[in-house]
């Protein structure tokens, strides 16, 4: 299986924007559909994004949908996560996923691999 992890979270203000990245290691990563959820505390981890396994398919939550940009570099073996216009409510721990599939799955219970998250916070 492929291993994860994230970086680039951090603090920043409503209305501003911030990258997520997501290297992946261990496997051939362009076999892999790639997602990102997020968990706030106190919440059920949810969905944010998903891109295909050579990028031409994208799948957004509505809450993110025109704010969010999902994309990856298989050269790189990273995925990444623009995320622009944020709000306070998009606070949340966030963590990439890994399928061995085709389709782009958008559960959390049909991904095999996880990050360890890295934290956003966006004030008010």
């Known amino acids: 299986q492929v291993q994860l992890v994230e970086s680039g979270g951090g603090l920043v203000q409503a209305g501003g924007s911030l990258r997520v990245s997501c290297a992946a290691s261990?496997?051939?990563?362009?076999?892999?559909?790639m997602g990102w959820f997020r968990q706030a505390p106190g919440k059920e981890r949810e969905f944010v994004a998903a891109?295909?396994?050579?990028?031409?398919?994208?799948r957004y939550a509505d809450s993110v949908k025109g704010r969010f940009t999902i994309s990856r570099d298989n050269a790189r073996n990273t995925v990444y996560l623009q995320m622009n216009s944020l709000k306070p409510e998009d606070t949340a721990n966030y963590y990439c996923?890994?399928?061995?599939?085709?389709?782009?799955?958008?559960?959390?219970?049909?991904?095999?691999?996880w990050g360890q998250g890295t934290q956003v916070t966006v004030s008010s």
């Open positions: 891109i295909s396994r050579f990028g031409a398919t994208t």
């Open positions: 261990g496997d051939i990563f362009r076999t892999y559909v």
């Open positions: 996923a890994a399928r061995r599939t085709s389709d782009v799955v958008i559960t959390a219970r049909e991904y095999d691999s």
